[in-house]
């Protein structure tokens, strides 16, 4: 579970404060995925990264009972000058995982031949965002944190053998995705929240959030 109890969070941007949340509370359960749209701009980013602990509140309290995966994009935890062997062994420590199954799932899944064995600053974006989206499924959490506007990739074959992968992950999991348009949280959500004026307006359905939304941003 991710429970936010009186969340605020604003930013100043040198002519005005941006408010991303203003005294937010809601809960994601287990086995309950949320989605929330949101325009670009609004913060959907911050959000993700405060139910991952990446980013604090100004106010208010997160709580976190569950095992809850960084950002879909986040390289923080990859060292660089390290290689894609070197990083997947570390990272699998971190978590008490097997070493040699975590190096090995990723070297499957990212199929990037013996750039494997090469140092992860010297990838391109694309390798980069395959690597890291290998190391999400490799680790296995409880909830998934996917923003849409986390760095990807373009790869075809990639993206059908990961796209596999997650949709078995989330029969057991729970996944929350941000995005600013409806059709990305078709795929993964029944429950839906929409961003406006830092408030999260929560709804049992992805149809009744799309209606505010589309009056919100059409009208």
Request: charged share 25%; glycine share 10%.
């Amino acid at each position: 579970m991710i429970e936010f109890e009186n969340v605020s969070k604003s930013f100043w941007t040198g002519k005005t404060r941006k408010v991303i949340l203003d005294q937010a509370s809601f809960r994601v359960e287990l086995g309950n995925s949320l989605g929330i749209l949101a325009p670009n701009g609004t913060g959907k980013t911050t959000i993700v990264n405060m139910m991952s602990g990446l980013e604090q509140p100004d106010e208010g309290r997160i709580t976190r009972s569950a095992r809850i995966s960084f950002p879909l994009g986040f390289m923080g935890g990859v060292v660089g000058r390290h290689s894609a062997t070197e990083n997947a062994r570390y990272i699998a420590r971190l978590y008490g995982l097997d070493p040699d199954y975590v190096e090995s799932f990723c070297r499957w899944l990212c199929d990037i031949g013996e750039y494997f064995d090469m140092p992860v600053g010297t990838y391109s974006s694309g390798m980069r965002g395959r690597f890291n989206f290998a190391l999400l499924l490799a680790l296995e959490f409880d909830i998934y944190l996917i923003d849409e506007g986390m760095p990807g990739t373009t790869d075809a074959e990639f993206n059908r053998k990961a796209g596999t992968i997650l949709r078995q992950r989330l029969e057991n999991a729970t996944v929350v995705i941000v995005s600013h348009q409806a059709s990305t949280l078709e795929k993964f959500c029944r429950s839906a929240a929409v961003l406006r004026n830092g408030r999260l307006h929560m709804f049992d359905t992805l149809e009744e959030a799309k209606r505010l939304y589309n009056y919100e941003t059409q009208g």
